[in-house]
């Protein structure tokens, strides 16, 4: 059974930097995409950034690029999401999300078969 669980959201200044954390486990192999979604309050729930199964391909949306850093340890199967030069419209609960049909680094949501419970992201002073 696929387990997706987040870590590390919290409260921050508008500048800040968090970073969050989805240990996965029951997968049999370390070969899944994973993905970063966010929704804030009365906002549908929208990509963020992703990451390939094989050769590490990182893909950005425009709103966080430059800003944010996805990566992977697969020797510990967690993938982070380092989130600096935090804003307050960065504010949503931020879930992580992860398949093994697909090996490509995907933005669309109804690719990913396993979520995460999701983390709050607050950004505010």
């Known amino acids: 059974q696929v387990q997706l669980v987040e870590s590390g959201g919290g409260l921050v200044q508008p500048g800040g930097s968090l970073r969050l954390s989805c240990a996965a486990s029951?997968?049999?192999?370390?070969?899944?995409?994973i993905g970063w979604f966010r929704q804030a309050p009365g906002k549908e729930r929208e990509a963020v950034s992703c990451?390939?199964?094989?050769?590490?391909?990182?893909r950005y949306a425009d709103s966080v690029k430059g800003r944010f850093t996805i990566s992977r340890d697969n020797a510990k199967n967690t993938a982070f999401l380092q989130m600096n030069s935090l804003k307050p419209e960065d504010t949503a609960v931020y879930y992580c999300?992860?398949?093994?049909?697909?090996?490509?680094?995907?933005?669309?949501?109804?690719?990913?078969?396993?979520w995460g419970q999701g983390t709050q992201v607050t950004v505010s002073s």
């Open positions: 990451i390939s199964s094989r050769d590490d391909y990182t």
């Open positions: 029951g997968f049999g192999s370390r070969y899944y995409a």
């Open positions: 999300a992860a398949d093994d049909r697909i090996w490509t680094c995907e933005f669309k949501q109804s690719d990913y078969g396993y």
